[in-house]
């Protein structure tokens, strides 16, 4: 297991609680908190949206695992306990699951019901994959199976407090620890 690494999620606008769960998990574990998608923004100089409007989603995802291989080289080289959080297609990218296993960096799955994930996204803005509730719903499933190999699994259907007492009640991850630990949300557009 790779000592070390922080990681954590994101803003408000992803559905699955990937933000505030994880960002107050880092919080109570003094534990450095990394937003994926925020190193994406800051690299490229443009907000996502803009990126798959004027890139594609083909750069995007080069622009993310470059980011994803800097933040965890990082973690590992400061040697910083981090919690890194990764946006819903990260995870469900061609090789990412080896690469993070490779890398002894566990991945806790923060899980809702399709039907949660979607009631969320229908409220939100800067999606640049969410169209209708079909296209959403045969997104998720397209990656659900990626995330069903993450190390640990945590219901995010409840409010972020809740997961997170949930997440150090199962003992997944341990105070004042060196282990890294990547949160990810269920596949979303």
């Not at 899980?111 to 969320?120: C, F, G, H, K, T």
Request: charged content about 25%; glycine content about 8%; proline content about 7%.
């Amino acid at each position: 297991m790779a000592k070390g690494i922080p990681t954590l999620k994101r803003r408000p606008r992803r559905a699955s609680g990937r933000t505030f769960a994880p960002q107050e998990l880092a919080r109570q574990l003094a534990w450095r908190f990394v937003d994926l998608d925020d190193r994406i923004e800051e690299s490229a100089g443009l907000a996502i949206p803009q990126m798959f409007e004027r890139l594609g989603e083909p750069a995007f995802r080069q622009i993310e695992a470059d980011q994803l291989r800097a933040a965890l080289g990082r973690a590992t080289e400061m040697k910083e306990s981090t919690v890194l959080a990764l946006g819903g297609g990260t995870y469900a990218q061609p090789g990412c699951p080896d690469f993070l296993r490779a890398a002894g960096v566990p991945v806790l799955w923060l899980d809702s019901s399709v039907e949660v994930l979607l009631a969320r996204c229908m409220t939100m803005t800067g999606r640049p994959l969410f169209r209708d509730e079909a296209s959403f719903r045969s997104l998720y499933d397209q990656r659900l199976p990626s995330y069903q190999l993450a190390d640990y699994r945590v219901d995010s259907s409840g409010e972020p407090a809740q997961v997170v007492a949930e997440i150090l009640r199962r003992g997944i991850v341990a105070s004042g620890g060196n282990t890294s630990h990547l949160l990810v949300e269920k596949p979303l557009p």
